[in-house]
């Protein structure tokens, strides 16, 4: 059976951007696959961490993807750290990744800004440590938003050095799995940027833990253009915020952006606005509730991922022994 892998860093909220452009997709697709979902800590670290946040945002992050509808029984939940093998793969697999691969990676440029001889380690190694995420496993399919893409690539890079070097056919090349409208759900106050956590402006994001005021405050706020809607997708050419809005609105509603325009043409975007609210609020309230009641049931969240990192590891210890066999590392 093919298999997915994907994973989210515990950094403060959730926002829409991470659900429709990774957790929706995953819920549609664990019926399918043998799943695999992670809470990257590991990753999370590339960036200064309050300890006690990083632990909450964890569990946070376990509750929010049991609330959107993944089942615990079904698809394996851990976080990373709990399985030491990511961090061993990572070492082998970064003894294969030349730098001038890492140089490329436009979210390190990014991230490292102007100050890239204070940025650290970790944060040039992170993609190397995502492919091991996903090589680990052997896995097939990797679902992420379109921010990843690139990352993906990187890891379809190095997997087939390795296999290359070693002269064995051993991990497979995975698939990036890039779905639907809203891989890329950009900022509600900026049309041209994309939704991120990092956005100094809470105005910029919807989090999955908002109630229907947050909601409704943020989508009525959002920017807007002075026309009204067009009656297809391509009348939102050269206007990022009617996109970028009909675009959630279709993902929302799982229908396709020429759908949407449709029963939008015409229409001022206080009218649209209202629509917007009302399905926002419907979709992501029950989400946020349940968010909030399964926070609260640490017992139950800590177990699954207990049971998680054994399912995990299990899978992970037979590979990475593998791995040590395949370069030449003694297992005593
Ligand atoms: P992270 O934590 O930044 O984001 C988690 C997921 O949410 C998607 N996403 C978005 N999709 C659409 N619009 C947006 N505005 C938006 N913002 C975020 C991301 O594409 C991602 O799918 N490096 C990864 C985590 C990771 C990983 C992995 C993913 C580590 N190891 C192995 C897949 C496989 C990251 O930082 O995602």
Known sequence: MNRIFSGIQPTGNLHLGNYLGAIRNWVAMQRDYDCIFCIVDLHALTQPQ??????????????????????????????????????????????????????????????AGKQRDNAVLGLFAYPVLMAADILLYKATHVPVGEDQKQHLELARDIAGAFNRHYGHDYFPLPEPQILGVAARVMSLRDGTRKMSKSDPSEQSRINLTDDADAIATKIRRAKTD??????????????????????????????NEADACRRFQGALFSDFKGALVD??????????????????????????????AERAGAIAGVHLDEVRGIVGLLRP
């Open 226 to 255: 002075p026309h009204p809607l067009p009656d297809t997708p391509e009348g939102l050419a050269g206007r990022p915020e009617a996109e970028n809005l009909i675009g959630i609105y279709a993902a929302l509603a799982g229908m």
């Open 279 to 308: 399905l926002a609020v419907a979709v992501l309230g029950p989400i946020g509730a349940e968010m909030r009641r399964l926070t609260s049931e640490l017992g139950y969240i800590d177990a699954i991922l207990r049971r998680g």
């Open 50 to 111: 309050v300890p006690a946040e990083l632990l909450a945002s964890t569990r946070e992050v376990t509750a929010a993807y049991i609330a959107a509808g993944i089942d615990p029984e079904r698809c394996i939940i851990f976080n990373q750290s709990a399985v030491p093998g990511h961090a061993e793969l990572s070492w082998i697999l970064g003894c294969h990744a030349p730098l001038g691969w890492l140089n490329r990676m436009t979210q390190f440029k990014e991230k």
